[in-house]
């Protein structure tokens, strides 16, 4: 069974920095390639970065603009968010996403999310 455990949310001030982690388990890690998708109150939720099983990285530039950072570590079966010089509308939840393929349109697996919050 797999299982996409994210955590590292919480209240942080704008300007603020936050790193989340999400823990992969029931499957081959290094095979898959992770995303975050944010989802704020009373809208759509949204692509913010994605990470292959060979590192390649690929990020929302409307979203993101060079504040945030995806890494993996396999040896660890998590992949990171970090996320720097947050603001107020940063606020959402945050999920994480498993898929076999690089950037398709779906992905297999989620995680149950974790909610980030940014005061201004």
């Known amino acids: 069974q797999v299982q996409l455990v994210e955590s590292g949310g919480g209240l942080v001030q704008a300007g603020g920095s936050l790193r989340l982690s999400c823990a992969a388990s029931?499957?081959?890690?290094?095979?898959?390639?992770m995303a975050w998708f944010r989802q704020a109150p009373g809208k759509e939720r949204e692509f913010v970065a994605a990470i292959s099983w060979i590192r390649i990285t690929t990020y929302n530039p409307d979203s993101v603009k060079g504040r945030f950072t995806i890494s993996r570590d396999n040896a660890k079966n998590t992949v990171y968010l970090q996320m720097n010089t947050l603001r107020p509308e940063d606020t959402a939840v945050y999920y994480c996403?498993?898929?076999?393929?690089?950037?398709?349109?779906?992905?297999?697996?989620w995680g149950q999310g974790t909610q980030v919050t940014v005061s201004s």
């Open positions: 029931g499957l081959t890690f290094a095979n898959y390639a």
């Open positions: 996403a498993a898929d076999r393929t690089w950037l398709g349109s779906k992905y297999a697996y």
